[in-house]
């Protein structure tokens, strides 16, 4: 069964201070893919990255990077430079590769992260 | 290209009712996917159609049921409605032509339905 735990259930951070939000996963499959969402309290969930099991490169996007590091099968989340407009929910969530494409999402239970101004 | 629509926005219901929430996808997209968030937790996914077929569905009661219609927006029902049913609703839409191994998920506001 596949599993995803976000240890951390709430963060407060200054304004401009770097954070980084922790994701551990569980899967018996070999291709997956991994995500993170955020959601403001509008409560749609807004789509940030995905990566596939077969690349661990890092990736950068503007202030958000991402380390995936299948040898601790963790795909961890860093806002760099913290804006209050970051404030939200963080999810990040799992999904094993279909023939089809269909693919169910499987989410840890979400970190709140509050910047503070 | 409009975007994945839900209605109602809030529902109140009570005990024992029966309630029918609705999903439009995004243009193009031939599958949706229903998630039921609880407070304070993660989404869980209810279950998924595809042209019309239940394709896949997550630990719920056959009380979660749902219908996809010929222009692919759906509807989930639930009947029976019990307290722990309070939770936000989201449906995501996404295409599926068969040949890509993935088909990203595109998630609707969602709706928050409260049973008393």
């Known amino acids: 069964a596949q599993k995803v735990t976000q240890a951390q259930t709430e963060i407060s951070v200054v304004e401009k201070e770097d954070v980084t939000l922790d994701c551990v996963y569980e899967?018996?499959?070999?291709?997956?893919?991994l995500f993170w969402y955020k959601q403001p309290p509008s409560g749609e969930l807004v789509f940030l990255i995905r990566r596939n099991s077969f690349d661990e490169q890092n990736e950068i996007s503007g202030r958000y990077s991402w380390n995936f590091q299948k040898s601790t099968s963790s795909f961890n989340f860093t806002i760099t430079a913290s804006q209050v407009v970051d404030s939200a929910v963080y999810f990040c969530a799992l999904s094993e590769a279909q023939v089809s494409g269909n693919e169910k999402l499987t989410f840890g239970t979400g970190t709140r992260l509050t910047i503070i101004p | 290209e409009t975007g994945v629509t839900q209605s109602p926005t809030h529902l109140i219901k009570t005990r024992g009712q029966q309630v029918t929430l609705r999903c439009s996808s995004q243009s193009g997209h031939n599958t949706v996917s229903w998630y039921q968030q609880a407070l304070g937790q993660g989404p869980q996914f209810i279950f998924q159609y595809y042209r019309e077929e239940e394709n896949g569905r997550g630990n719920f009661p056959p009380r979660f049921s749902g219908l996809q219609f010929p222009n692919y927006s759906s509807e989930l029902n639930v009947n029976a409605l019990e307290l722990d049913d309070s939770a936000l609703y989201l449906c995501?839409?996404?295409?599926?032509?068969?040949?890509?191994?993935?088909?990203?998920?595109?998630f609707g506001p969602g709706t928050r339905l409260t049973v008393l």
């Open positions: 899967t018996r499959d070999t291709t997956y893919y």
């Open positions: 995501a839409s996404s295409p599926t032509s068969g040949r890509a191994r993935y088909n990203e998920q595109f």
